[in-house]
Each structure stands twice: as C-alpha cells, then as structure tokens.
C-alpha cells in the first residue's frame, strides 16, 4: 500500500532508504491488524496475556529498567534561533540536530519491520482536530497509539484530503541511553525520536504532537494547545459547566478529571472530556471550545484504587496495556496503592520474583497504563464532538505544600496568566531527574514547543480578543500542616472547591480580596456531608507575608530567563502582589 499524498510517499521512501527496514507495513487500523502485531508480541515476549477472566483483552509489557520515563533533557526544540525556543526548552540548530540524530536513524530499522501510522489528534471530523503520520519499528508504539489516537483509515484519508500532516520518525534503535534524543522541528512539522520506547517518548501523537509542535502551531493561528484536563459539572437542576485544568505530570489530572461526587452532592454529576490534553480555539462568537485530541487515556497506575479513582479502575477491566506494573499469579496487575495489603507474592516490575518487604517497589512508581477513552464510565455524551465544549473556567495548579491556599481566583486575566505563570511543583516520577521543587508554569514547562515569554504573551493576547473570558483559577490540594500531613482531604472532596469556581464565573458565590486573589469564605463552600471545622479551613487559607515576599522574591530570577521576551504584565502582576502583601498583617486571615 501506499497513500494518494505524494509528499507523503516520498517522505516514507526517504525514511526507509535511511532505516533500512526489512518490510514497511501501512497501519490501517483494523483489528485483525491489531490482533496480528499482539500476537507476534505474545510469540517474542513483549507482551504478557493476562487473566481473560478478570483482564480479557489486556496484555502487560515490560520496558527496559532504563527506559521508564521522559527524559527532558535528551529533549530538544530545533528551532533555526535558539531564541524561539527560549530558555525553557533544550536547543540545537536544525541541521546539527538532523545530521545527529540521521546517523543514528541509519541502518536502525535492519530487520525490522516499519509501520506507518497515519493518526488524527481529535475526532476525525472535528476542524479543530490535526493529523499526523509516526513511523516507527516499534509495535508496542502501534498498538498503544491505536488506543491513544485515532489511527488507521480514516486518519489517512483526512491526511489526503488536507494535504498537509506533522511527520513523527521514531525507532527504538538498541535503547541505550546514550543514543537517546527527542527532537523536535516545529518550523518543519517534524518529530524525530530515537533509543526510547517509553510513552511520552516514543506515543508521538502526545506530547511531542499534540503539545510541542501543537502549541507552536496554536500560537501561529490563534489557538492554544494546553496541558489539561477537560471536565463537566452538572448541578442538580441540570446546568451545565465545562472547566479545563493544568496539573503537572502525575499530580492528579487523572483523578481530577474523573472525579465522583463526594457525600453531600446528591444530584451532581462529574463528566470527563479528557484527562491530559486540551485543544482550545475560540469560536465565531469568540467563546473558547475545547477539544481533547486524545483518544485514550495513559495514566499512572500507582496510587490508582477504589477511594482515589474509582473511574479510572473502571475503565481498566479490559482492551488495556500495562507498562511495568507488577503480576499476580493468576495473571493479574498489582501495583503499590492497589490495595490496601500487598499480595503476599508478586513477580515484580522487572520480572524478579517479589515479597512485601524485600525494598523495592513492585511496580514501577511511573508504570502506567494504555486505556480507551469510550470505556471511562463518566465519559461525557459530548466528548467527541467535533465543536467541542464551551470552557467557563480555567484551574491551574502544582504539589506544593506550603504558602497556596486551598483555591483562589485571580482578579483578572492578567493576573490568572501571572498565577499560572509562576506556578511551582514539587518533582513527580514522570520524568528522570526533575529537581525537588521547581517552577512549571501552566504545567507545561517541558511541553511548550516554544519561547515561554512569548506563550505568556500569547495568552495575554488571546484573553484580549474574548469579549467574554473564563475565570482563571488556582488550587492547591498538597497544603501540609506543621507535622507533614495534608491538611485538605482531596479526591471527591475537591468537587468543594470546583463547586465554587463553577458559581463564581456564573456570578453567584462570594469570596474576599486576599493578597493572593479572590478567596472562599468558609460559608462561601458547601460542607454538605464532611466534617472540616473551620478552625482547620482557617489554616489553609491564611497567608503568611513573610512567606509571599520571599515567594514574590523568588519570582524574580524565574522572569529574568525570559529577558525581552518577558511580557511587562508579568513584572506589574508581581509587584502588585508585594504591594499588597506588604499593606497585609504578618498573618492574612479570614474574618468571617
Ligand atoms: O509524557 S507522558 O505523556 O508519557 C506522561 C506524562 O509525563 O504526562
Ligand atoms: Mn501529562
């Protein structure tokens, strides 16, 4: 087979003549397709069958122990001035960054097979979906962007149509970390991944797509390409609130935009659009749409159970992957959370028999899973369509387990594109070598394909052009008290603080002007159902002056990376907050 797009043909005879591949396979998507790659994988152990009782459908793979997670800084933005990259991102010049990576691309395909994989980012009819085409040598990669994309047929006949696709070449090459790079072209549409078979890495339709080389293009047409989850509320009388929201990697997204309802809300429902990417563009109206131009979702496993995500367990029953998670021995997954007692005897992430106690976690705390969007049983009827859904409300928010408030809404947005800009977190397992505490603004400081100053700007200016802009809002569930513990329940009781923020922007729940933005009252939050006294809601909305100026002062060297490129708003946004915190008491506390 080959494709009606002659740029397309041409690219993938190019690709093959420097790879070398035994045969080259046109993925069309079907199942028999996908039947046939799982069952070669069974036949050479990638694939391990689980249970068909308990998990039909679902297979475990184990990754090479060095091959588990991102690795940001082997990942790279080619631009043709490093500028356009800018200090967020790890730069090289095109052409260097080609001939590196060509020759290690030379001959990496001998005695494989390559597939071609047209995808579309967001559903096949929707104008605010993209396409792309990932080659790679990797079966694995074919049956998880199956999942994650929708991928085949219909992909390739939009691509046809349009004329135009992002090229993603990708090999696992011999999977030495020493050979590992992740590139980036967006002047030229282009991906080029090799020596990582590792989601983030290697799925090329996720972050290096749909966030890197799609935040670049966002900015170009007027759109943003975000990383956040998508969810609806509805209140009992039946209205309707669409909400996105930027989490760093592996701080709850998942949880978040699967939330349940907690005691108290009988009547509410919680929908999920999608649980890590947003693609958002206004409308004629000038009103934000959002899709999610993934079509299933690759989770973090660990941590996952009954109380914390009841939907995600759901949705894994069946039709799902599992990377280095831990196996039963009757062929079912474990991992560290599952449950409350660890099975007595496991065989680990890494295939070593494992014992509760032998020191080493038997799953992989970045193991994850690969599952279907459609089979999330809160999955909202409106998920694909293809206008997407009105957003009112935008929450941003990072692990930090001092100084935040539980939730607070910016006075404006400026001052929402200023609280997401300086947003920190503390480090996750989602990438190598993340530093304990860092800033990572909008959640997408190693997935912005471009200058952050200049994103800041863009969004500044895209809030201009609403003639109605959605609150921007932050929260922060990781508030600790003097003894380590968290102070803020979490899970389903953060439907608390969503409640409030889907009444603000309807104008109809009060706050008060702290120095950090519009906080709840006590009385402004529905305790219906928990115990929170307010003594102990007292604690984590207080805000300490000493600690604000030395957070503001901190903000300083996080702004001068940027230079120029510093929008003037961000600077202003930051001395405003000193003002106020140095009119404030040592102690800033609600009064009523
Ligand atoms: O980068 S992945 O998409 O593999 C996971 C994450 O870090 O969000
Ligand atoms: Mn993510």
Redesign the pocket.
Known sequence: MTSQLESLNRWVDDVARLTQPDRIHWCDGSEAENRALIAQMEADGTLIALNPQTHPNCWLHRSHPSDVA?VEHLTLVCTKEQEDAGPNNHWMAPAEAHAKIDALFAGSMKGRTMYVIPYCMGPIDSPISRCGVEITDSPYVVVNMRIMTRMGAPALARIEREGTFVKGLHSTGDLDPDKRWIMHFPEELTIKSIGSG????A?LG??CHALRIGSWQARSEGWLAEHMLILGVENPKGEKTYVAAAFP??CGKTNFAMIIPPKGYEGWEVTTIGD?IAWIKPDAMGRLHAINPENGL?GVAPGTNEKSNPNALATLHANCIFTNVALTHDGDVWWEGLTEEAPSHLIDWTGKEWTPGCGRPAAHPNS?FTAPASQVPSIDPAWEDPAGVPISAFIVGGRVSKAFPLVFQSFDWAHGVYLAATMGSEATA??VGQAAMRRDPFAMLPFCGYNMGDYWAHWLSIGRSLPEAPGIFRVNWFRKDENGKFVWPGFGDNMRALEWIVNRVKGRAGAVESPYGWVPRYADLNWKGLEFPKAKYDEIVKVDREKGLAEAADQVAHFAQFGDKLPKEMELERQLLVARLERSPAVWELVA
């Open positions: 991102r590792y989601g983030g890495n799925l996720k972050k990697s592996a890590d690759f994850r989602a990438a």
